[in-house]
Nanobody, 124 residues
Framework: QVQLVESGGGYVQTGDSLRLSCVGSGPTFSLYSMGWFRQDPGKEREFVVGIGRTGDITSNTDVVKGRFTISRDNAKNTVYLQMSNLKPEDTAVYYC?????????????????WGQGTQVTVSS
């Protein structure tokens, strides 16, 4: 069992940066691949970026566009999402999720655990 807690969201201006954190409980955190998703009200949740157990990264380039970076610190059971040059269309609830398998990062149903989400609001 892994519990995930996101933090770092907030209200920012266009062009600002934010770093989201996701802390996982339990000794097996390093065995999971991690993904960040986001969901704006009225829209489907979409995959943003994922990182494997050994640091390999899979990005949704339509979303990331060179502005978002994922990293993980297994010693701290934490995965980060560094977001820069934020735009109003980045406004959403951001979720982190953990999956044990190595299949597609894009598929929500493949993830075993989810955090509660953290709100990011970008004003124009």
């Amino acid at each position: 069992q892994v519990q995930l807690v996101e933090s770092g969201g907030g209200y920012v201006q266009t062009g600002d940066s934010l770093r989201l954190s996701c802390v996982g409980s339990g000794p097996t955190f390093s065995l999971y691949s991690m993904g960040w998703f986001r969901q704006d009200p009225g829209k489907e949740r979409e995959f943003v970026v994922g990182i494997g157990r050994t640091g390999d990264i899979t990005s949704n380039t339509d979303v990331v566009k060179g502005r978002f970076t994922i990293s993980r610190d297994n010693a701290k059971n934490t995965v980060y999402l560094q977001m820069s040059n934020l735009k109003p269309e980045d406004t959403a609830v951001y979720y982190c999720a953990a999956k044990a398998g190595t299949a597609s990062y894009y598929s929500e149903e493949l993830y075993d655990y989810w955090g509660q989400g953290t709100q990011v609001t970008v004003s124009s």
